[in-house]
């Protein structure tokens, strides 16, 4: 199933495409060993699902935070969640859920079909990025209501449940969906943003419930972004492989309270 004859030597201990599958549920799921910023090594799930057109990345960080990225394909969009884990002895909550909505280009990474049927070859393999994309920095001025969120994506609801009032996307994002034809009542564009005279960082405010300018930061370390290709004898060329990226963010947003931005705590 590996075609192995065909696959360049430079390939071998990567990852392949392969044209044959079984059945769906075992085609959709891949863990992969990735070295995080800090040297860490953690365990990657990638999940594609066909039928839904998305690919779910999920990965736990050294200090607990557990990270989900989801990729819907078919409404250009992409979903950032970060559950931070609190310090309950300093008066903070168990965990803080962070949700940010952002505008999806089908260039950013690989379709859902390939990544369903992409292996690796050797799974105890520590893997690190191929081309590192830098840190994109984004100004999440736009809150979106839950309860109509499924307007925009019906994965939304699911995956920032927990985050509640802080759903974030940008305004340059919310004239995309408005172009399409998304329903725009789910929006509110917040008149107070980072950025904004008087608005504190939450790094230099002292009261925890006074409002300021929060700042999140969290890094994709490893993600397929990039189809290869490769040539048989003298046929057309196939996908046979793929490129790794890592990118980071870094989500600037206001927040009703400092208390809701635990991590700005040390900065
Ligand atoms: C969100 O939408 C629901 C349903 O339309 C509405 O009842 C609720 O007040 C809205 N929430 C906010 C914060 O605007």
Request: aromatic share 8%; proline share 4%; glycine share 6%.
């Amino acid at each position: 199933m590996y075609a192995r004859e065909i696959v360049p030597a430079s390939l071998k201990t990567q990852f392949v495409i392969v044209t044959l599958c079984l059945s769906l549920s075992v085609c959709s799921d891949l863990k992969v060993l990735v070295r995080l910023n800090d040297g860490q090594i953690t365990e990657e799930l990638l999940q594609a699902d066909s039928q839904r057109d998305t690919i779910t990345l999920e990965f736990k960080q050294r200090d607990g935070t557990l990270i989900t990225f989801l990729a819907d394909f078919q409404r250009h969009v992409k979903i950032f969640r970060a559950f931070v884990l609190g310090e309950p002895e300093r008066g903070q909550t168990q965990y803080q859920a962070l949700c940010f909505i952002t505008w999806l280009d089908h260039r950013e990474i690989i379709p859902t079909e390939a990544m369903a049927r992409l292996r690796q070859k050797n799974a105890h393999l520590v893997r690190a990025a191929e081309e590192r994309r830098g840190v994109e920095e984004l100004s999440m001025n736009v809150a979106v209501n839950l309860t109509r969120a499924g307007h925009l994506s019906s994965h939304i609801h699911n995956v920032c449940r927990e985050a509640q009032d802080l759903v974030y996307t940008r305004q340059d994002d919310l004239k995309h969906w408005l172009d399409i034809g998304v329903d725009g009542s789910m929006f509110e564009v917040l008149t107070q943003k980072p950025g904004t005279p008087g608005l504190q960082d939450c790094s230099s405010t002292e009261d925890p419930w006074k409002p300021c300018a929060c700042s999140y930061q969290l890094s994709l370390e490893w993600y397929p972004c990039l189809l290869k290709y490769c040539r048989g004898q003298g046929s057309r060329p196939y996908k046979c492989g793929i490129k790794s990226c890592s990118k980071g963010f870094r989500f600037n947003f206001y927040t009703p309270h400092k208390q809701l931005c635990l991590w700005d705590e040390d900065s």
